[in-house]
């Protein structure tokens, strides 16, 4: 993976000054509790234009340069090891990072590239080139969730991938960029997942509807299950990186650093459940000691799905042991692992009906 020097040595340091870096925790045990979903292999793959090409294209990872709209970034690629010459349509998966984190360090919290280089799936974990701190905008229309509709059509040019298999998942402010994707790009993105951070914007209008399933800590300190930011979120950088932070900048222009809904992340859940017309009772169903899942009754092509960590921080699931203060960002929990459950998730729910 290509090295970013000095840039991420300086923005590393600023990170772990105030520990919003969220990859606490040890990986989930091997009889950690997995939603079991079956796979739609009766869908068949929707091949890209990329697989056009007489030979399959080089595997490993890549850190490359993409530009569209006005927007420039950066991203990381990552192709499972394939054999043969002839292209197969490979599942997608965008991989949205954090507000400050950058990409590198989403792909380092996630490990979501090695699990699919294990699993068959692409990885693109990408990252804006802006001023001031990394962060997504998801207000609608976006310039930012556009910036990732394009990126997504180069990949499909530049790889074989399945254009029915198409799915964005991220932590945080990714997890609001992934929510503002579903509104914005639902009919060409099969399903999502956000963790710590889902949610139900009152502008979105997706064009059909879309499969969820979500995470949340109750004690997160940054995107609170009560609704709105935590304590630790207003002691972050401001957007623009200048000193003030993001507390003091609230309170002179609200939501300038896209925080999270005031609503509570249940209520959210709640909200997206009647937008992809399910029922109002979902089922719980406590799964680990500190794990509930939440089931809402729905069309198979529309699930939701909750997952409700008692306790459990501003973490992803089941990642890889803590290199930030447990005290800043809270605890991770093994008892699931977020990268299966989302990846059966994900499996089950291909895009089935009209993409573009």
Not at 20 to 41: E, H, Q, Y
Not at 63 to 86: C, D, H, M, R, W
Not at 148 to 168: I, N, P, W, Y
Request: hydrophobic fraction near 40%; include cysteine.
């Amino acid at each position: 993976m290509a090295k970013t020097g000095g840039f991420v040595s300086g923005l590393l340091a600023a990170i772990a000054l105030v520990g919003f870096v969220s990859i606490g925790g040890a990986p989930a045990s091997a009889g950690a509790a997995t939603l079991v979903a079956k796979t739609s292999a009766s869908v068949a793959p929707d091949p890209s234009s990329g697989c056009q090409t007489p030979t399959t294209g080089s595997s490993g990872q890549l850190t490359l340069s993409f530009s569209a709209g006005g927007k420039s970034g950066t991203y990381i690629e990552s192709v499972p090891p394939t054999t043969g010459q002839v292209p197969k349509p490979m599942p997608v998966l965008f991989d949205l990072h954090g507000y400050v984190e950058p990409a590198s360090f989403q792909d380092l919290g996630t490990q979501l590239s090695a699990f699919g280089d294990s699993h068959g799936f692409v990885t693109i974990t990408p990252q804006l080139t802006e001023s001031g701190v990394a962060r997504w905008d998801v207000s609608a229309h976006s310039p930012d969730i556009a910036y990732l509709g394009k990126l997504l059509t180069h990949v499909e040019s530049s790889l074989c991938v399945d254009q029915r298999r198409v799915f964005v998942t991220g932590l945080s402010m990714g997890a609001f960029a992934s929510s503002a994707v579903a509104c914005e790009l639902s009919n060409r993105v099969a399903a999502v997942a956000p963790v710590a951070g889902l949610q139900a914007f009152s502008w979105c209008r997706p064009s059909r509807p879309i499969p969820v399933v979500a995470f949340q800590g109750t004690a997160d300190p940054f995107v609170s299950y009560k609704g709105g930011p935590g304590p630790n979120a207003l002691k972050l950088p401001a957007p623009d990186g200048s000193n003030k932070t993001v507390g003091q900048e609230l309170k002179t222009h609200p939501h300038a650093a896209g925080d999270p809904l005031p609503q509570s992340i249940p209520t959210q859940v709640a909200t997206w459940a009647k937008r992809n017309g399910c029922g109002a009772t979902p089922t719980k169903t406590q799964i680990a000691s500190d794990v509930t899942r939440v089931i809402y009754p729905c069309a198979a092509d529309s699930s939701v799905q909750f997952y409700v960590i008692k306790g459990g921080g501003h973490t992803w699931p089941g990642g890889p042991p803590g290199v930030f203060p447990v005290a800043t960002v809270g605890k991770t929990t093994t008892s699931i692992s977020a990268n299966q459950i989302i990846w059966n998730f994900f499996q089950a729910h291909p895009l089935t009906g009209h993409i573009g």
